[in-house]
């Protein structure tokens, strides 16, 4: 460390994106306290899981996880919040590395072809800076070595924040947003979609439906976290 960034560092200390407290040496985003915290599920490893029951049905499905539980006040909570508003891209692809960890030790996502992250409206993009779920496929690819796939599928109408809407109006809410631009990147691939919180699956599943008129593409799902 150059001795401007070890007196900015006193200055400006950097701080954990989840409970505030300064990181130490070593410490990146996270602080290891925070990062042991985070719920985990062990849904990867897992045939017939949650995730898979709450999408199952209403997509065509290979498989389906969630790595970590999404609860009002925990870390993971505190994560999500950082990743989506509070403009913290490199927490998106540390998570994003985790998530990729987590499905290569399960065994059961060996055979991906591509990953696809939900594609945000061209206008929520601009006001945010980023799409998180980009970010987190990016984080993923490093881990298995899979390529990101950002122009087949984009989301063409704007629609309101899904956590602002109440359950049985997501569905409504981002019916007929997502058509497929490139079809050729997604033929006969297995795809996985990429989205950051999994609550009613409504989202996931009007993405995957327009991915599932592409001949030949497979469909598994994975999310950063799953709100109970």
Sequence with gaps: ???????????????????????VRGER???LDCLANMATTAFSAMNDN?????LMGRIPLVHATSVYLFRQGNTVRNAVHAMKFHGNAELCLMMGRQMGLDLLSSGRFDDIDVLVPIPLHWLRRLTR????SELLCRGIGEV????????????????????????????ENVEGAFKVKRADKLAGK??????????????IAACADVIATVPGVRISVATFCMAI
């Design 1 to 23: 460390m150059s001795p401007l960034s070890a007196i900015l560092q006193v200055l400006f200390p950097t701080t954990c994106a989840c409970c505030g407290e300064v990181l």
């Design 29 to 31: 985003q996270v602080c």
């Design 50 to 54: 949650p995730v898979e029951r709450r």
């Design 129 to 132: 800076g980023y799409n998180q």
């Design 144 to 171: 298995l070595n899979v390529p990101v796939c950002t122009g087949a599928v984009v989301r063409h109408r704007y629609t309101r924040q899904q956590s602002l809407q109440q359950s049985h109006k997501r569905a």
């Design 190 to 203: 297995h795809v996985l979609l990429v989205d950051d919180v999994l609550t009613t699956g409504a989202t």
